[in-house]
């Protein structure tokens, strides 16, 4: 199998027995020696495109080792090309700043550390390059210039180093600390979720489409699915890569490759992102928390167009301020980002924002909800729920993301890839809430689907107000349909979660639940003087046809009154108990099913079952009647259909 990447490290970190990766990304200006340097650490050559050596200039990420325990990931310098720039040091675990000493601080050099640090790196290097070029005395200028320059970043304290790529000045040292810093580098958090950005995708004639990336969490084998996203596509790992060898699988932390099966090279790129099927949803809307530069150069007012830079991709986006009206250089801001096409993040992913045109760096922050709802500007509800994301404490990000959604039933792998968690965290910390009662469960075991207490009883209240303005509306009506409740009161529920709480209400006694309508408990209908005439004379037509009484049609006719008029009578004699309606919209006197009952009973004890036909003449009615009559009777349990005929239950 060919060699498909050039960008995997390895660290042996402290007190550990195994090999752990780090990777390493230059920044600096463009022509400060960042390609040159790398070349000369490693003997490899980053930049691999033709194009590239013939403009004297590097315009995508290169790769190289420094040895088996470190490689670099090898970025352009020119302001065109930052774009490539983030997607390269968006997944690194040690920047180093180049600077080149017959320059000093250049506006890329600036542009790449404020990108650094909106992107949270935590430690790196300093490297004044080509100092074969400069005296003494204006070294020294250069070193006083830089150390300006970085003060109150990431790279304050930083080991700076003065090298020459062409005479090896400084090289074994540069050398010698670099692999000492990896040795020391802190172990990526292990995480179950596996989570790749694309950076680079080919086509390797005999073998196709191959994607590469930092895998930033969990593991993988050759054989299994993975999930393309945002396009939301299943797709089949057919060999791997790791360190440029070939593996059966892979792990978090290293360069990889990944050879998919039966994609197409148009179908996968940049930006694209390799996970664990069914965890992820693709979205164009998230929320954050936004830091606009100093060097911004003017306030961000609400809805701006602006670059957003996830993981390896950029996508446009226009930025909802939610609590402030304008954003002013250096301050700070809740926002929601309306994206142009869909994007995938994780939870608590820094992000970098840059204007939309001319293209330069304004700000970044982290995402809070990568898949969020739609906010109204200056909601206290929001506003305190993502302030509470802000704070990485389990418990309250699962709380929170429960109550963000609280209509909806989340299974335990959904929750906790919202919240960045393991599941075996997100289980434990599910079930501690269950027992406490801040969460109820819904299944049993894997299959359980949770929601926050608040959240029930907020829908219950919902279906009783829903309910309680019915009642005001059509005082005679018996109550509304199950689906008419479930479309206004449970219209964002899960189907599910509406009949839990529907039960709920039930089994509490708030709430009467029959085959054709639902009521509150405490609501009676009482008819005027006039109605209760009215519903005199229609239940004396009942009586005078037991066993074939008139239907709605037949009675308007009979008592000259519009249908409209008769049905609002029927629907009232059936929510007071006097009539029953029967399938066939047919409305039966309790007393005539008291009857037909009795019969039946009669019948039985000469013979177990009966038909159709037999019923039609025990009442001496037509099979119009002696159907839904007998389908009644199966409802109630007296009877049960075998066949053609029913069996009679004593």
């Keep these: ?298 306030e961000l007012v609400n809805r701006a167009r602006v670059r957003l830079h996830l993981g390896t991709r950029e996508i446009m986006a226009r930025v909802k301020l939610l609590d402030t009206e304008r954003l002013k250089p250096g301050a700070s801001a809740l926002v929601q980002f309306l994206l142009e096409e869909p994007a995938v993040a994780m939870r608590r992913e820094p992000f970098v924002m840059r204007h939309y045109s001319p293209a330069f760096t304004i700000g970044g922050g982290i995402l809070l909800e990568a898949d969020a709802a739609s906010h109204r500007r200056f909601d206290k509800k929001v506003i305190e729920h993502l302030k509470a994301l802000e704070h990485p404490d389990p418990m309250e990000m699962i709380t929170s993301a429960l109550l963000n959604d609280p209509f909806a039933l989340l299974a335990a792998p959904e929750i906790a890839a919202r919240c960045g968690l393991e599941r075996e965290q997100a289980g434990e910390l599910l079930s501690g809430g269950v027992e406490r009662g801040e969460f109820l469960a819904f299944g049993a075991g894997s299959k359980s689907l949770y929601v926050h207490r608040e959240g029930f009883g907020q829908l219950q209240e919902h279906v009783v107000s829903v309910l309680a303005s019915f009642h005001e509306r059509e005082p005679l009506k018996p109550g509304m349909s199950k689906a008419e409740l479930r479309t206004q009161a449970g219209g964002g529920a899960a189907p599910r979660l509406f009949d839990q709480a529907l039960a709920a209400l039930v089994a509490g006694q708030r709430v009467v639940e029959q085959p054709q309508w639902v009521k509150l408990a405490s609501h009676t209908i009482q008819l005027g003087a006039a109605d209760e005439k009215l519903a005199e004379r229609i239940t004396a037509l009942l009586a005078a046809s037991l066993f074939s009484p008139p239907d709605e049609g037949e009675l308007a006719r009979e008592l000259r009154l519009p249908p409209g008029e008769i049905r609002r009578i029927l629907g009232a004699l059936q929510g007071m108990g006097r009539i029953a309606r029967l399938e066939g919209d047919l409305f039966f006197l309790h007393s005539a099913l008291d009857e037909a009952e009795r019969r039946l009973l009669e019948f039985a004890a000469g013979k177990e079952e009966i038909s159709v036909s037999e019923f039609r003449e025990l009442l001496g009615t037509t099979r119009k009647y002696a159907v839904p009559l007998l389908n009644w009777f199966d409802h109630s349990g007296r009877t049960e259909r075998i066949g053609d005929n029913r069996i009679i239950n004593h």
Excluded at 14 to 19: L, V
Excluded at 172 to 197: C, D, I, K, N, S
Excluded at 265 to 276: F, I, M
Aim: hydrophobic share 45%; net charge neutral; proline share 4%.
């Design 1 to 298: 199998m060919p060699r498909w990447s050039t960008a995997w490290v390895w660290i042996r970190g402290r007190g550990k027995s195994q090999n752990m990766p780090i990777i390493i990304g230059t920044a600096g200006h463009i022509d400060h020696g960042k390609s040159a340097l790398v070349k000369a650490l490693t003997g490899t050559d980053p930049d691999r495109l033709a194009e590239e050596h013939e403009r004297g200039m590097t315009i995508d990420l290169g790769f190289a080792f420094l040895s088996p325990e470190i490689a670099f990931i090898d970025v352009p310098g020119h302001e065109k090309f930052i774009k490539n720039m983030v997607a390269g040091v968006s997944t690194i675990d040690l920047a180093m700043l180049v600077i080149a000493a017959d320059d000093g601080v250049m506006p890329q050099t600036r542009e790449h550390l404020d990108i650094l640090a909106l992107l949270r790196l935590q430690r790196g290097f300093i490297v004044l390059s080509k100092i074969d070029l400069v005296d003494a005395e204006l070294l020294e200028l250069v070193r006083e210039e830089v150390r300006e320059a970085v003060k109150n970043t990431f790279l304050a304290g930083a080991p700076l180093f003065e090298v020459s790529a062409l005479t090896g000045q400084g090289l074994p040292e540069l050398r010698e600390a670099l692999t000492v810093a990896a040795a020391g580098m802190p172990v990526r958090p292990a995480r179950a979720t596996f989570w790749l950005p694309v950076d680079r995708s080919f086509i390797i004639k005999g073998f196709g489409t191959v994607v590469t990336g930092t895998l930033l969490s969990g593991s993988a084998s050759v054989g299994e699915s993975l999930e393309l996203l945002p396009a939301g596509r299943l797709v089949k790992i057919r060999g791997l890569q790791q360190q440029g060898k070939t593996v059966e699988r892979v792990t978090s932390g290293y360069r990889t490759a990944i050879n998919l099966q039966a994609v197409s090279r148009e179908e996968v790129g940049r930006g694209d992102v390799l996970a664990t099927p069914g965890q992820f949803r693709a979205s164009r809307l998230m929320d954050g928390r936004l830091d606009l530069l100093k060097s911004a150069k003017k």
